[in-house]
């Protein structure tokens, strides 16, 4: 009898362990991150003060949204961008981890004009990018913008918030 109530027992204790693990395999499904227009942004040319691009931009001025930024999105049109607002001018550096998208990562100071920017950063990795330079603004947009609009150094942007 002894023998039948262990084996019972043993049976049992498999049982709810082998359930257990199922449980720990479940997928948890999120709904993918989608564009949340927050403003606009204009690029203009340094040399012309003619306009380059306007673009739709999303805005990070959370230390939340800062660290986060377009971290585990899908994809981003060309006509939009985040755009990083620091509360004052600061050296910054940037990571691609959690990020699917390659980007260009366009530094800004102060003063709305570009002081440098990194092209081409590539998703997924974990290498800083810095800015170089103590920059107040960061504009992340689609990978081979910077050089199909010809962006340099100087460049200027103005922006406005929903």
């Given at each position: 009898?002894?023998?039948?109530?262990?084996?019972f027992?043993?049976?049992?204790?498999?049982?709810?362990?082998?359930?257990?693990?199922?449980?720990?395999?479940?997928?948890?499904?999120?709904?993918?991150?989608?564009?949340?227009?927050?403003?606009?942004?204009?690029?203009?040319k340094?040399?012309?003060?003619s306009?380059?691009?306007?673009l739709?931009?999303?805005?990070?001025?959370?230390?939340?949204?800062t660290?986060?930024?377009?971290m585990?999105r899908?994809?981003?049109?060309?006509?939009?961008?985040?755009?990083f607002i620091?509360?004052e001018?600061?050296?910054?550096?940037?990571?691609?981890?959690?990020?699917?998208?390659?980007?260009?990562?366009?530094?800004?100071?102060?003063?709305?004009?570009?002081?440098?920017?990194?092209?081409?950063?590539?998703?997924?990795?974990?290498?800083?990018?810095?800015?170089?330079?103590?920059?107040?603004?960061?504009?992340?947009?689609?990978?081979?913008?910077?050089?199909?609009?010809?962006?340099?150094?100087?460049?200027?942007?103005?922006?406005?918030?929903?």
């Amino acid at each position: 009898m002894k023998t039948r109530l262990y084996l019972f027992l043993f049976i049992i204790g498999i049982l709810i362990q082998a359930s257990c693990k199922d449980d720990a395999k479940k997928v948890i499904k999120t709904e993918p991150i989608s564009f949340k227009k927050e403003g606009e942004l204009t690029i203009y040319k340094a040399k012309t003060d003619s306009v380059l691009t306007k673009l739709d931009i999303e805005i990070a001025d959370s230390e939340y949204e800062t660290q986060t930024g377009l971290m585990y999105r899908d994809s981003m049109e060309d006509d939009q961008g985040m755009l990083f607002i620091f509360p004052e001018e600061a050296m910054h550096s940037f990571y691609m981890k959690n990020t699917k998208i390659a980007l260009d990562i366009v530094f800004i100071g102060s003063d709305l004009k570009i002081d440098s920017f990194q092209e081409g950063a590539k998703p997924m990795d974990e290498t800083g990018l810095s800015s170089q330079v103590p920059v107040q603004y960061v504009l992340e947009i689609n990978a081979g913008l910077a050089e199909k609009w010809l962006l340099e150094v100087g460049d200027s942007i103005v922006y406005s918030k929903k």
